[in-house]
């Protein structure tokens, strides 16, 4: 396993943690409680001049509301005056009912209803010198509405601090994506452990300055839960081997890519390219003979293996044994960008990946491939790294879309163990899963890849470490963790709507020169 730090919870395994403690003797109340103590004692060491301030605490109606009600409480004589404004209406959850009672019992702390009272809740907001929210943390879902919206784009305007218990209410605490209405703090609290979310880069503005608090948690529950592993554009020189001076190119591995029908030449074009700027000593492009002719200009530096074509122009099954050789001879291969799928595919993929012993990496059509009967994977002889995005992901899983983006590490860990493969799950925040259940998050990208080719140039590099001889794990998080950085170098100069796919080509090696250096 790749030494990377575990540093956070998701959102179930914060539950677990949660329950664990629960059965440890640390009731779930007595964590609400520590949670408002530990709130309490940050707030007044980032805000010291509280005694004379107006403090506005934005509660939900969940637990995250809960912990508002609580610091109310502990907050009282320290302020000058606070107010409390329920944006989803009264609290619903036994715990936080229980501490409504206990803060309604102190005169001075006012409580308003945002829907009821609204232009009273705006104008105590627009005086506030300080606003706390707790309108949702980890059981947020969706996008805000109702009152909770504009009590939040108030406090987003307002002239005051802004501080968010656990998570930015409108932020997903796992993959950090933001509903349209999102507090932006200027300090996030994190309750007894971070959250991915709050480690990805793009939701840094959102979060601000982020402190984890101790809640009293006992460290055996929280040590008990797996962790995601973040991956970090700092991890990755590690990852990347030296290159032997006295080497020559047929000790940089050789790999074959099966990709492109007629029509999606450039999915073949992109992966080879990126492949041969990830250090490969020899790349194979395998191809229907109309897309070899139309990219051949273009891969000078590339083997190029011109493939039978169907009438349909599709990879003709005739080409099954001439591959086969081919396959034999390569250390790694990349089936799948832009090959399509009909029963010609089908049949060529199916019968390479069911005999070869060559590493495989498939992606996209190679996956759709599979996924008639995808236990083939279990039983291949070769490793293999699955590359989905969540549509191939829900083909193969029996899951829908829906149920994956829920929780992706879950549906790729659980995925990886009973298929013995690597899957890379792509999308937002991609997630690595091994078979031995790790699952390491990547942290770098943007939503400027979102685009058609950027698969094609991550199966690529994927492949071309592959080739080099790095194990499955390492190859698959240094090409995902570095595809996604290229992203990101691309956004700054180019504009997450600018970025093309081969744009991330010519990033490859200017970064790979970096980790050179820091290595
Ligand atoms: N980690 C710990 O050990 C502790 C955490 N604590 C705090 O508890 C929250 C989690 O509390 P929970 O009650 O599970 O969830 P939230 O408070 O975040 O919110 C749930 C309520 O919000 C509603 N909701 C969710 N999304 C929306 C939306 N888009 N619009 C409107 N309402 C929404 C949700 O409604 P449902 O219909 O989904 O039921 C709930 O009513 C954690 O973050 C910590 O702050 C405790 O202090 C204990 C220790
Ligand atoms: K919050």
Redesign the pocket.
């Known amino acids: 396993m790749i030494n990377l730090q575990a540093k956070a919870l998701t959102i179930a395994q914060?539950k677990e943690?949660?329950a664990r403690?629960n059965e440890l003797g640390v009731s779930?109340a007595q964590?609400?409680e520590n949670?408002g103590s530990a709130c309490t004692a940050k707030i007044k060491e980032l805000f010291p001049k509280l005694s004379t301030s107006s403090v506005v605490i934005l509660c939900?109606?969940?637990?995250?509301?809960?912990?508002g009600l609580v610091i109310a409480r502990k907050l009282e004589n320290s302020a000058a005056d606070i107010t409390c404004i329920f944006c989803?209406g009264e609290p619903?959850?036994e715990l936080s009912q229980k501490v409504y009672q206990q803060a309604a019992a102190i005169s001075s702390i006012q409580f308003l209803d945002a829907k009821k009272e609204p232009m009273l809740c705006h104008f105590c907001l627009n005086q506030a010198d300080l606003i706390i929210d707790?309108i949702?943390?980890?059981?947020?879902?969706?996008?805000?509405?109702?009152s909770?919206q504009p009590m939040i784009g108030t406090a987003n305007k307002a002239d005051a601090v802004r501080i968010a218990?656990?998570?930015p209410s409108g932020m997903n605490g796992d993959d950090g994506s933001c509903?349209i209405s999102v507090f932006r703090a200027d300090h996030t609290l994190a309750?007894?452990a971070l959250k991915p979310a709050h480690l990805l880069e793009d939701t840094q503005s959102v979060c601000g300055k982020i402190h984890t608090l101790d809640?009293g948690?006992p460290s055996e529950a929280l040590e008990d839960s797996s962790s995601v592993k973040l991956l970090k554009w700092e991890n990755l020189p590690a990852l990347l081997p030296k290159r032997d001076p006295n080497a020559n190119k047929g000790d940089f591995g050789k790999l074959l890519i099966l990709a492109g029908r007629s029509g999606m030449g450039g999915a073949a074009m992109m992966a080879t390219l990126s492949a041969l700027r990830c250090g490969c000593g020899l790349t194979t492009l395998a191809a229907a003979s109309s897309v070899i002719n139309a990219c051949f200009p273009h891969l000078m530096e590339a083997v190029t293996l011109s493939l039978a074509e169907t009438k349909d122009g599709a990879v003709s099954s005739e080409s099954l044994t001439l591959l086969s050789e081919h396959l034999s001879s390569s250390t790694a291969a990349v089936i799948g960008c832009g090959l399509g799928h009909d029963e010609h595919t089908e049949k060529l993929v199916r019968s390479l990946v069911k005999e070869t012993q060559t590493p495989l990496v498939i992606d996209a059509d190679g996956i759709n491939c599979l996924a008639g009967d995808i236990n083939i994977v279990q039983t291949a002889k070769a490793p293999i790294i699955l590359t989905p995005h969540p549509k191939e992901f829900s083909r193969i899983c029996g899951k829908s879309v829906a149920e994956i983006e829920a929780d992706r590490e879950q549906a790729a860990s659980q995925f990886a163990q009973q298929y013995s493969v690597h899957l890379v799950l792509k999308g937002h925040a991609t997630v690595i899963a091994l078979p031995d259940g790790t699952v390491y998050q990547n942290t770098t990208g943007n939503a400027g890849m979102a685009k058609g080719g950027s698969g094609d140039v991550l199966a690529g590099m994927i492949g071309s470490f592959l080739a080099q001889g790095i194990a499955s794990e390492k190859a698959a998080c240094l090409a995902v963790c570095l595809h996604g950085a290229c992203g990101d170098r691309c956004a700054q100069r180019l504009s997450e709507y600018g970025i093309l796919a081969r744009d991330l080509i010519q990033e490859i090696p200017l970064l790979l020169r970096e980790l050179e250096q820091n290595r």
Not at 60 to 67: A, I
Not at 136 to 146: I, K, L, P, R, S
């Open positions: 914060m943690a949660e403690s779930y964590l609400m949670a939900g109606k969940g637990n995250n509301g809960g912990d989803c619903g959850t707790c949702f943390g980890t059981g947020f879902h969706g996008e805000v509405q109702g909770a218990v656990d998570i509903s309750l007894g809640i948690m």
